[in-house]
């Protein structure tokens, strides 16, 4: 099994920034995608960013491309989410998900979801 844990969201103002974390623990040798999902009030849950474990790929939803970066810790078996230029639209519930496959579409393992709201 592997845990997930979000930190980092919070109250920002549009146009500003913040940095979401994922801490992995548990079965992390297992874990071979990490991603970073949202959702908002009403609205089904959205793929935002996901990267590869070793790093090495990324991808983003069309809506947060060049504003948002996903990034990884092996070392500490963290990954993270920077936001930048945030938008009210960027409101929403951001969770953590982890998988055993090479960039999978569908996660195994996910996080409670730490919430991001964004004041016009």
């Known amino acids: 099994q592997v845990q997930l844990v979000e930190s980092g969201g919070g109250l920002v103002q549009a146009g500003g920034s913040l940095r979401l974390s994922c801490a992995a623990s548990?079965?992390?040798?297992?874990?071979?995608?990490m991603g970073w999902f949202r959702q908002a009030p009403g609205k089904e849950r959205e793929f935002v960013a996901a990267?590869?474990?070793?790093?090495?790929?990324?991808r983003y939803a069309d809506s947060v491309k060049g504003r948002f970066t996903i990034s990884g810790d092996n070392a500490k078996n963290t990954v993270y989410l920077q936001m930048n230029s945030l938008k009210p639209e960027d409101t929403a519930v951001y969770s953590c998900?982890?998988?055993?496959?090479?960039?999978?579409?569908?996660?195994?393992?996910w996080g409670q979801g730490t919430q991001v709201t964004v004041s016009s």
């Open positions: 998900a982890a998988d055993p496959r090479y960039m999978a579409t569908t996660y195994r393992y």
């Open positions: 990267i590869s474990w070793t790093s090495d790929t990324s």
């Open positions: 548990g079965r992390t040798f297992s874990i071979y995608t």
